[in-house]
């Protein structure tokens, strides 16, 4: 069975370019997560998703950071405009959420995003 | 909110030792608390979790302790291989399904 799928693997963008990461849930998983892992600040949860609705987005840096699940099997985290310090690797995760229960996450390979 | 403190921030043991990994965290309301290993170049990847109904759980040569009194938690690697040497994050919840990683400890198993 195939794992959490990210693309691109790697982004480089210029400062002010539109970025779009994309990520595709294990078939059957009711959340997604979306995280953000830097040297200095370590693995931030951004924002996650239940059943394609956004639950909690308290993560999410500012307004340039925008994220939708338009259907239970693709998930897009966009910045607009990119700055340097944006520049991280963003994971994308999944799990299958049972009420009153956290369960595993399983996390895609990442986007090594570079913005310059 | 949660917060979690892991150490050490990196940890060198001899193939063939033990290594343990230490983690404290501030919300006495979290019940999950999952280990996970990530190699260069990949995501974490769970290695081995534990719920707050219990106290210890092995798998293999992997365990993890928690003390809910005291709010921390310990992953014990036995019989350390090289392939063993990652980083290893522990995390907590926040809520219903949030989780709150620490800082990572980069473990080196020198042959």
């Known amino acids: 069975d195939a794992g959490v799928i990210q693309s691109p693997r790697h982004e480089v963008t210029e400062m002010g370019q539109e970025v779009t990461l994309r990520c595709k849930p294990i078939?059957?998983?009711?959340?997604l997560f979306w995280y953000r892992q830097t040297m200095m600040r370590g693995l931030e949860l951004l924002i996650y998703?239940?059943?394609?609705?956004?639950?909690?987005d308290s993560g999410m840096p500012e307004d340039r950071f925008s994220a939708k699940m338009p259907n239970a099997s693709f998930s897009t985290l966009k910045i607009q405009p990119s700055e340097p310090r944006d520049s991280a690797v963003y994971f994308c995760?999944?799990?299958?959420?049972?009420?009153?229960?956290?369960?595993?996450?399983?996390f895609g390979p990442g986007t090594r995003l570079t913005v310059l | 909110g949660e917060n979690v403190e892991q150490h050490p921030s990196t940890l060198s043991v001899q193939e063939g030792d033990s290594a343990v990994i230490k983690c404290t965290y501030s919300?006495?309301?979290?019940?999950?608390f999952p280990w996970y290993k990530q190699e260069l170049g990949k995501g974490p990847q769970l290695i081995i979790d534990?719920?707050?109904?219990?106290g210890e759980k092995k798998d293999q040569r992997i365990a993890v302790t928690l003390n809910k009194t005291a709010k921390h938690f310990s992953l014990h690697i036995t019989e350390t291989q090289p392939e063993d040497s990652a980083v290893y994050f522990c995390?907590?919840?926040?809520?219903?399904?949030?989780?709150?990683f620490g800082q990572g400890t980069r473990l080196t198993i020198n042959p």
């Open positions: 534990i719920r707050s109904n219990v």
């Open positions: 995390a907590a919840t926040q809520g219903a399904q949030k989780l709150v």
């Open positions: 998703f239940n059943n394609n609705v956004p639950i909690d």
């Open positions: 919300d006495s309301a979290s019940n999950y």
């Open positions: 078939s059957g998983h009711n959340s």
């Open positions: 995760a999944s799990s299958l959420a049972m009420a009153r229960r956290t369960d595993t996450q399983y």
